[in-house]
C-alpha cells in the first residue's frame, strides 16, 4: 500500500509544466452547523459530494496546482468520508488546506499527512452560545498546539471581523493568546506570529458580491487567474466567492476542466483581467478585488 501511494505521488507531483493557478477550490459539501452573520446563506440545494467524484475533480485539479483548498461554503469536517477525502488527496500529492469554522476540529484530526494547512473561522463564535466558548477556545488552542509540536500542518487562527475584537468575546480570546503566547508582528499585514507553524490573521469583514450594483467594469483580479473553485454539484466557477454558481464556468459532471479552461467564456474573463476589463457582471460588482490594488497586499492567503 505503501508503494502503491509513493508511485501515484510521483506520478502526479511533477503536475502540468504550464501550471498557472495557485489554489483550486474544492467544495465538498454545502452544508454547514452553524448560520453565522458574516456569511452568505446558501442558495443551492444542501450537498456532498460523493467520494468517487470528489476523486475525479482532484485528479483534474493537481495536474494544474498541488494546493487543494477544501472550502467554498459549508463546513467539511460535516463530510461523512473526509478521512477518506484526505486519504485521496495523499494519494495524489495534493497539499490541502482545510477551511473550518472549528466546530469538529480535534488534535487527532491534524496528525493527517495530507494537511499543509488548516484555516480556523473564528469570527463563527459570534453565532456560538456563550457558555461554549470557553470549551470552543480549548480545543482550538490544544490543536494549534499539537500542530506546532509536531510541526505540521500550519494553523492560521482568522478573525476576518475586526468589529469581534472589540466585543467581549473578542476581548476574551485575545487576553487568553496574550497570556499563553510571545506575540510577534510578521511581515504579512494583519498577521501575527503565536507559536511555531501557528498564525493569526485579522482582516474587515468582506462584502459579498450580488449582482444587483454594478460599480466598474473596468480594472483586473485574480479570479481565474490564480484560483478556481468548484462547487459541491460539479460546477466550475472563478472564484471562492462566487457561492451561488453565477458565472458558470462548466460542470465537471460533463465536462473535463482543461476542456473548461479552453472555453470561450473562461478566456474572455482572463483576457478582460489581463487587460484591465471586467467582463463578468458579478465581477463588476465585487468590491473585494479592490485589495488587490494594494501594493502590500499578498493575495487572499497569509500563507504560502
Not at 452547523?33 to 458574516?38: A, G, I, K, P, Y
Request: aromatic fraction near 10%.
Amino acid at each position: 500500500m505503501v508503494s502503491f501511494i509513493y508511485d501515484r505521488f510521483i506520478s502526479y507531483s511533477s503536475y502540468n509544466k504550464a501550471m498557472k493557478l495557485k489554489r483550486i477550490y474544492i467544495e465538498i459539501t454545502n452544508v454547514c452547523d452553524l448560520s453565522c452573520s458574516f456569511c452568505k446563506k446558501n442558495q443551492r440545494s444542501p450537498e456532498f459530494m460523493s467520494l468517487d467524484f470528489f476523486e475525479e475533480v482532484l485528479k483534474q485539479a493537481v495536474s494544474y496546482t498541488p494546493y487543494i483548498y477544501l472550502h467554498v461554503q459549508g463546513e467539511p469536517l460535516l463530510h461523512p468520508e473526509i478521512h477518506k477525502i484526505l486519504d485521496y488527496c495523499l494519494t495524489y500529492g495534493a497539499k490541502v488546506t482545510l477551511v473550518t469554522n472549528g466546530t469538529f476540529l480535534a488534535p487527532q484530526l491534524i496528525t493527517h499527512p495530507s494537511l499543509y494547512k488548516v484555516s480556523v473561522s473564528l469570527q463563527s463564535m459570534d453565532s456560538r452560545s456563550p457558555d461554549s466558548i470557553d470549551s470552543y477556545l480549548s480545543r482550538i488552542l490544544e490543536t494549534a498546539e499539537t500542530a506546532s509540536r509536531q510541526s505540521s500542518p500550519f494553523i492560521e487562527l482568522r478573525l476576518w471581523r475586526n468589529d469581534l475584537r472589540n466585543t467581549s468575546v473578542g476581548k476574551k480570546l485575545m487576553k487568553e493568546l496574550e497570556q499563553r503566547y510571545d506575540i510577534q508582528e510578521t511581515v504579512r499585514k494583519g498577521s501575527i506570529h503565536l507559536l511555531p507553524h501557528v498564525f493569526m490573521s485579522f482582516d474587515n469583514e468582506f462584502e459579498w458580491p450580488a449582482l444587483h450594483e454594478v460599480r466598474s467594469t473596468q480594472g483586473t483580479c485574480l479570479g481565474g487567474r490564480n484560483q478556481l473553485a468548484v462547487l459541491s454539484n460539479g460546477m466550475v466557477v472563478p472564484c471562492c466567492l462566487d457561492a451561488d454558481g453565477l458565472i458558470p464556468l462548466g460542470n465537471l459532471h460533463e465536462s473535463e476542466l482543461s476542456y473548461i479552461l479552453e472555453s470561450d467564456r473562461y478566456q474572455k474573463l482572463i483576457h478582460g483581467f489581463q487587460t484591465n476589463r471586467i467582463e463578468e457582471p458579478l465581477c463588476q460588482s465585487c468590491t473585494y478585488r479592490y485589495r488587490f490594488d494594494s501594493s502590500d497586499h499578498h493575495d487572499t492567503d497569509p500563507l504560502p
